[in-house]
């Protein structure tokens, strides 16, 4: 099977600006769960998707937002970027209803300028 | 909400040597926890993982260990490897779902 896949894989903008990251989840798999890694705060929870509805969420701010399509395909969606937003964005993978391994994708690079 | 602490955040260690890096988390109704290991500019993989239900896991030179009652839990590498180096994360979750709360990481060098 294939893995989970991210688009795109970097990506610069700056401040003010909005910024649209995708994730494919593994064939077959119905939840997809989007992190925040950063030097300063390491891997923070952002949101996690399970068959189209948010199932659990972060402590982040409301610019971040998420959605989750029929075919599992996830969207996170950061508006009005701040130089803080800039941090490595991974999402991952798991099969079934909670607690299953969760498979990452190589992430995206976000560079807010 | 959980909160993960993980120690130490450096290791370095010889290689053939154990390493053993620790995590406590807060919440306990905390029933997973699942290490990760991440390479320099790699995603995060999972090596290990046990459940409230378990004591103890091994997976080759891998071995995780739980204390409910303490609340703490261990990650074990034995025989390490220059290949062993990395940054390895552990995580615990609660349930009704796959939120991951992640410790701080440790930086794990295996020098020769």
């Known amino acids: 099977k294939a893995g989970v896949t991210q688009t795109p894989r970097y990506l610069i903008k700056t401040r003010g600006q909005q910024v649209t990251l995708s994730c494919s989840p593994i064939?077959?798999?119905?939840?997809v769960s989007w992190y925040q890694q950063t030097p300063g705060q390491g891997l923070q929870f952002l949101f996690e998707?399970?068959?189209?509805?948010?199932?659990n969420k972060g402590n982040f701010p409301g610019r971040f937002s998420g959605r989750q399509f029929s075919n599992s395909r996830s969207e996170m969606n950061v508006s009005t970027l701040e130089l803080g937003d800039s941090a490595l964005y991974l999402c991952?993978?798991?099969?079934?209803?909670?607690?299953?391994?969760?498979?990452f994708g190589p992430g995206t690079r976000l560079l807010v300028l | 909400g959980e909160n993960v602490e993980q120690h130490p955040s450096t290791l370095s260690v010889q290689e053939g040597d154990s390493a053993v890096i620790k995590c406590t988390y807060s919440?306990?109704?905390?029933?997973?926890f699942p290490w990760y290991k991440q390479e320099l500019g790699k995603r995060p993989q999972l090596i290990i993982d046990?459940?409230?239900?378990?004591g103890e896991k091994k997976d080759q030179r891998i071995a995780v260990t739980l204390n409910k009652t303490a609340k703490h839990f261990s990650l074990h590498i034995t025989e390490t490897q220059p290949e062993d180096s990395a940054v390895y994360f552990c995580?615990?979750?609660?349930?009704?779902?796959?939120?991951?709360?992640f410790g701080t990481g440790t930086q794990l060098k295996v020098e020769l």
């Open positions: 998707y399970f068959s189209e509805t948010q199932r």
């Open positions: 991952a993978s798991s099969s079934d209803w909670y607690q299953e391994t969760q498979y």
């Open positions: 995580a615990a979750s609660t349930g009704g779902g796959n939120k991951l709360t």
């Open positions: 064939s077959g798999h119905r939840s």
């Open positions: 919440d306990s109704a905390s029933n997973y």
């Open positions: 046990i459940r409230s239900n378990v």
